[in-house]
Nanobody
């Protein structure tokens, strides 16, 4: 089982950028597909982006394409989410998740390990 810890969230203004990090402990990080999800107050947890274990394939929610970039550094057991041109509607708790599937799935049901989340708040 992999243990995940997110960091990098905060209170920012619209148009700013943030880089979220998720560091994993355990031996399975390099063999895991990694994903980012977000959950706004009163709403369900939604897929944001994911990256396969070999960094050969990425997938993004339509709402973040062109502004968000997911990447990973297997030597550091870390996955990143670079967020540019932040909008107030990006405000949410952002969660990192790990999946033992080789294919990217957007449903949280396919992810078997989760971090505690990091809050991103964007003021207008």
């Amino acid at each position: 089982q992999v243990h995940l810890v997110e960091s990098g969230g905060g209170l920012v203004q619209a148009g700013d950028s943030l880089r979220l990090s998720c560091t994993a402990s355990g031996r399975t990080f390099s063999s895991s597909t990694m994903g980012w999800f977000r959950q706004a107050p009163g709403k369900e947890r939604n897929f944001v982006a994911a990256i396969t274990k070999t960094d050969g394939d990425t997938n993004y929610a339509d709402s973040v394409k062109g502004r968000f970039t997911i990447s990973r550094d297997n030597s550091k057991n870390t996955v990143y989410l670079q967020i540019n041109s932040l909008k107030p509607e990006d405000t949410a708790v952002y969660y990192c998740a790990a999946s033992n599937r080789e294919t990217i799935y957007r449903s949280p049901l396919f992810y078997n390990a989760w971090g505690q989340g990091t809050q991103v708040t964007v003021s207008s």
